[in-house]
């Protein structure tokens, strides 16, 4: 039995980084894809707080035809999930739609830039509200993280406060939803991809009435007319793609929480940024500096010596 034993966990760990690999890949190509639409959709109706709305409300849609339809089995959840499930609802809405309204002001890259520095955030957060301490090194490797940021952003050719303020607040507040989801999601009998649809729609309860009061019907009705006048009536594919790769890429992102810890999930976060940031130069011609990339450069780098730093 030991034999057996011995020869089975190399497989088991193999076939278990394998299975994350291809959640991180999966997650990744997801979030490109949602990334395009979602910023060419914003260029011709500038309405974030609806979108951001769409999006939450057909992950809400398809996972309760898939549940009705028993493509997924529906969790088993009690009033206790759901009040746990609050505060990493309300997180989750801020941080959405707080990356929502900065893209619609700036480059998709620099919101990326931006939010690659979000483990300084994780350790700024863990420090002052948990009270968790870490060694040196750790906070050393925020420097490369935050200068990199600072450089990037003052070098930003179409610099705009909320869209350097929206990127900040989300940092902050996915914070939050990743610490707070990684504690709920605990000893739970519920799935990273059910947790997430319940996240979904508590936080589409959550932004409705706030959506409606930001923008409202009226401006959604005008701005609509005006998109579809420019791009044409498949303008509506292009909300249905970003609404429908929202929530994949999120879905995707929980099933790996569920098998990773939230500092993994933060460094993959990051890695994934370096995809969306590239694509999106290409696609939307975004014009960059060369100290501008230097700065984007040395973000990420002092991410990986985080990672490092942090094991
Ligand atoms: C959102 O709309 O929630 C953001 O675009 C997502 O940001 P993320 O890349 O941190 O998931």
Redesign the pocket.
């Known amino acids: 039995p030991l034999d057996i034993n011995i020869e089975l966990i190399p497989d088991e760990h193999s076939a278990q980084k394998l299975k994350i690999g291809l959640y991180f890949a999966t997650w990744w190509a997801l ?1 490109v894809v949602f990334n395009i639409y ?1 910023k060419k959709v914003l260029n011709a109706f500038p309405y974030p707080w609806l979108t ?1 709305t769409l999006s939450l409300a057909c992950g809400s849609l398809m996972m309760l035809v898939s549940w009705a339809t028993r493509i997924a089995e529906a969790p088993k959840t009690d009033l206790d999930f759901w009040k746990t499930l609050f505060p990493v609802a309300v997180a989750h809405t801020i ?2 739609v707080a ?2 309204v900065s ?1 619609s002001k700036v480059a998709v890259s620099f919101t990326h830039i931006i ?1 690659s520095g979000e483990p300084a955030f994780s350790v700024m957060v863990s420090r002052f509200f948990l009270g968790e301490t870490f060694p040196l090194p750790v906070y050393l490797s925020l420097l490369p993280i935050i200068g990199g940021c600072a450089l990037a952003a003052v070098t930003e050719l179409n610099f705009n406060t909320i869209g350097f303020m929206g990127a900040m607040i ?1 940092n902050l507040a ?1 914070v939050f939803r990743n610490i707070f989801s990684k504690k709920g999601m605990k000893g739970k009998s519920v799935s990273g991809m059910n947790y997430y649809a319940c996240l979904s729609m508590m936080s589409l309860l959550i932004l409705t009435p706030f959506a409606i009061a930001v923008e409202g019907p009226k401006m959604w009705a005008a701005g609509w007319e005006t998109a579809v006048s420019q791009i044409g009536p498949h303008f509506v594919w292009w909300v249905v793609a970003q609404s429908v790769f ?1 929530h994949l890429y ?1 879905q995707v992102s929980y099933m790996s929480l569920d098998q990773i810890s939230p500092l993994t999930f933060s460094i993959g ?1 990051t890695m ?1 940024r370096i995809s969306v940031i590239v694509a999106s130069i290409i696609i939307f011609h975004t014009p960059i500096q060369p100290v501008n990339a230097l700065g984007a450069a040395i973000a990420i780098l002092g991410t990986f010596i985080y990672s490092q730093a942090k094991q």
Do not use: D, E
């Open positions: 979030n979602n951001s941080g959405h990356a929502t893209m939010k989300s996915f929202y999120n976060n994934k």
